[in-house]
């Protein structure tokens, strides 16, 4: 299957910094991704979706000036949280939609666990 | 993307076969029933999908029923690494409009030695 990345896998931040997490869609191009952000013991809740040479489109209940997306290019997605606060601590998830002639397939990345003290 | 329901948790002995079951009842004719599991800290991983047939892969055999309201994920011989949350998702499999997938509580197969 098609392999996405994330960096880094685990970033631990004081309150008030920034942190920009990375996704990369490693052997095809995604003109779209997706970032998620997963709670202990809760499931996935998309965050965002991120369009090549677009601006993201957001979730309800979702800051965009707080989680700011660029997907400038084809292979590669940023979110940076701007400002961390503890209650951004969360594991945060990006995929990539691959498509062709007979498919629309999602590969998810291995996960950012954010940790804000 | 028609809803589904799964039991919250299940146990299983190593090496037995695990039956994950999905209800699914509102599924439309056009809607695929995919699985998907995640494994502690790690992100979600394709398991199967398939439509009206039963489908089998290298990981997993998906038995759809007739009418197409439930379905079983089937892993053969489970084995301690098989422990995650396994995901039951429904949506058309040639989505044009390019939407996440979304996830629902899954069910958190225990695998005991």
């Known amino acids: 299957g098609a392999v996405v990345s994330q960096h880094p896998s685990r970033v631990i931040c004081k309150s008030g910094t920034s942190v920009k997490i990375e996704c990369r869609s490693l052997d095809f191009q995604a003109t779209t991704m997706f970032w998620y952000r997963q709670f202990p013991k809760q499931s996935l809740m998309l965050m965002a979706t991120s369009n090549e040479g677009s601006k993201a489109t957001y979730e309800q209940g979702v800051e965009k000036d707080k989680f700011l997306i660029n997907h400038a290019s084809l292979t590669l997605s940023t979110l940076t949280v701007t400002s961390a606060h503890p209650e951004d601590s969360s594991f945060y998830i990006c995929s990539a939609f691959r498509t062709g002639r007979s498919y629309n397939e999602q590969f998810f990345g291995p996960g950012t666990r954010l940790t804000v003290l | 993307d028609a809803k589904t329901t799964q039991p919250p948790s299940m146990d299983c002995a190593e090496g037995r076969a695990a039956n994950l079951p999905c209800n699914h009842s509102?599924?439309?004719?056009?809607?695929?029933v995919y699985w998907y599991r995640q494994i502690h800290s790690q992100g979600p991983q394709y398991i199967i999908h398939?439509?009206?047939n039963n489908e089998t892969n290298e990981m997993a055999s998906l038995i759809i029923t007739e009418d197409r309201k439930s379905s079983t994920l089937i892993l053969p011989h489970a084995t301690l690494r098989d422990t995650a949350v396994y995901y039951c998702?429904?949506?058309?499999?040639?989505?044009?409009?390019?939407?996440?997938?979304?996830f629902g509580s899954g069910t958190r197969l225990q695998v005991q030695p």
């Open positions: 398939g439509l009206k």
């Open positions: 998702i429904v949506r058309p499999f040639l989505d044009t409009g390019r939407r996440a997938l979304t």
């Open positions: 509102t599924i439309s004719g056009n809607e695929y």
